[in-house]
Each structure stands twice: as structure tokens, then as C-alpha cells.
């Protein structure tokens, strides 16, 4: 039974490079320097998903050749993590039906104001996006997957952590925009297949990791790979990567992971 997953997007909020921003040559030589906002797709062999809809998803699908989803799944309710949802339009249009989506009461009620056309009780327009609003209230199957919602603290909002379990076996964490990994998450996941992590810069943010507190997180979920996303400009990939430890990797965008 297989369990896949792309990395959509490597980058923090505002993408990179930023716009009206010089950089050095050697930086955007390297294509793992360009980086469209976070997200991932995860793929088995009985289900297709997306986990958030960044500004950067019409074009990320493309370059991914994603034809198909079964669900999104949302982390919460930032522009980064949402403003792309309009474009999921189209898989309902393939699905000739809604398309099921996955957030917390507080995320939906942002999804709800935000994307007021698309979520409500009434009619579409022919050509709309359709949503099938789930909430979440606890752990959910989606296939072969068993998924769990982990809360993660992120300013004001918060922001939910998601765990991959396929038939028994912790498969993926995927815990984005987080401020910290919270005791209780750290013990749900421990000892999980891929971690992936916020490590937004080498220096502290109110409401992200640091490189060294998402390694320390890194150290206590004991992973056997971790990969680090929405990360900004501060990493330059290759030079970076090289100060990390072993089995702590700088994710990049069209990162594809393939598990047994
Ligand atoms: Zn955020």
C-alpha cells in the first residue's frame, strides 16, 4: 500500500524571492531558492488530497499534474494558506460534485467569510467551486488514511497540525505554522515515519519556529527523516542544508517523498 507526497511549496507568506527584492545571482541560480507558498499533496493508492490552497495552487497544480482531489484539508485561515481555494473550482467541475473540505470551526468560518461565493447553503452558479464543508472534531478516515488533527499554537489564529496514519503506521506529520510543537503533539506523533516542520529563519518570530527550535522539535519527535518548510529567504538551499544535521533536510518545491 502506497503512501506519496509532494511538496506544493517550500515558502513563507510572501513566497521566494519577494517581490521589489535584489539577490545575489548564485541565490536564484538554484531552483530549491524559489519557493511558492506551503502546502503538500498526498497520494495512496485510494485517495487524493491537498493540504491547504495557497495563491501559488493554480500553478502548482499544473506543474505537479494534479488532475484529481478527493478533499483539501486546511491548516488555517492565513492568506498564504487559503487565497487559492477559488481554483479548486475545477476539481468540482472534474468531480461533477463537491469537493470535501477539511477545517476546524474557526478555519471554516473564515473559509465561510472569505469565500462567501463558494460557502453556503445555496445554489452555485454553474462553474463555481462547490465545497462539502467538514468540520473537524476529532480524528477522520479518508480512504486508507486515518487522519489526525493536532492543534498547533500560531498567533492569534492558531493553526491545525495534520497526522498520516495509513493501516497502524504513523506515516506523516505534517505540522506547519507553529509557534512550538506542544508536549502532547510531540507524544501523538513520536517516532512517526517524515516530520515536516515550520522553520521559517534562522532568527525568532513571534509565531513561527526558528531553525533551532524546529530542530530541538525536530530532536524530541525522533522522525526518522525531517524535512523543514515555510522557510524564507534567509536559507540560501545548499548552503544551508549543509550546517544542518543528518536527517534534517530543507524541503524544496516538487520534493516528491514515496513511502512503502
Ligand atoms: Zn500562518
Excluded at 488533527?149 to 489564529?157: A, D, I, Q, R, V
Amino acid at each position: 500500500m502506497g503512501f506519496e507526497f509532494t511538496f506544493l511549496g517550500t515558502g513563507t507568506s510572501q513566497g521566494v524571492p519577494i517581490i521589489g527584492k535584489e539577490y545575489p545571482e548564485e541565490f536564484l541560480a538554484n531552483p530549491k531558492n524559489h519557493r511558492t507558498r506551503s502546502s503538500i499533496h498526498v497520494v495512496t493508492d485510494e485517495i487524493k488530497l491537498v493540504v491547504d490552497t495557497t495563491p501559488d495552487f493554480r500553478t502548482q497544480c499544473l506543474r505537479e499534474e494534479i488532475r484529481w482531489l478527493d478533499a483539501v484539508l486546511v491548516t488555517h485561515a492565513h492568506t498564504d494558506h487559503i487565497m487559492g481555494m477559488d481554483d479548486c473550482r475545477r476539481f468540482s467541475e472534474i468531480r461533477k460534485g463537491p469537493l470535501p473540505v477539511y477545517a476546524s470551526e474557526l478555519t471554516m468560518s473564515h473559509l465561510r467569510r472569505v469565500h462567501a461565493h463558494a460557502f453556503h447553503d445555496g445554489e452555485h452558479p454553474k462553474g463555481y467551486f462547490v465545497p462539502e464543508e467538514h468540520v473537524i472534531e476529532g480524528p477522520f478516515e479518508l480512504g486508507d488514511l486515518k487522519i489526525y488533527p493536532m492543534e498547533l499554537p500560531h498567533g492569534n489564529m492558531g493553526s491545525t497540525g495534520f497526522l498520516f496514519e495509513q493501516n497502524g503506521i504513523k506515516k506523516l506529520a505534517y505540522l506547519t505554522d507553529a509557534k512550538t510543537v506542544p508536549d502532547e503533539v510531540i507524544e501523538a506523533v513520536g517516532r512517526v515515519e517524515i516530520a515536516v516542520l515550520d522553520a521559517l529563519r534562522p532568527h525568532e518570530h513571534w509565531t513561527h519556529m526558528s531553525t533551532g527550535e524546529a530542530l530541538e522539535a525536530a530532536k524530541k519527535i525522533g522522525a526518522e527523516r525531517t524535512f523543514l518548510t515555510h522557510l524564507t529567504h534567509y536559507y540560501d538551499h545548499d548552503i544551508d542544508q549543509a550546517k544542518l544535521p543528518e536527517g534534517i533536510r530543507l524541503a524544496w518545491d516538487g520534493l516528491k517523498i514515496s513511502l512503502k
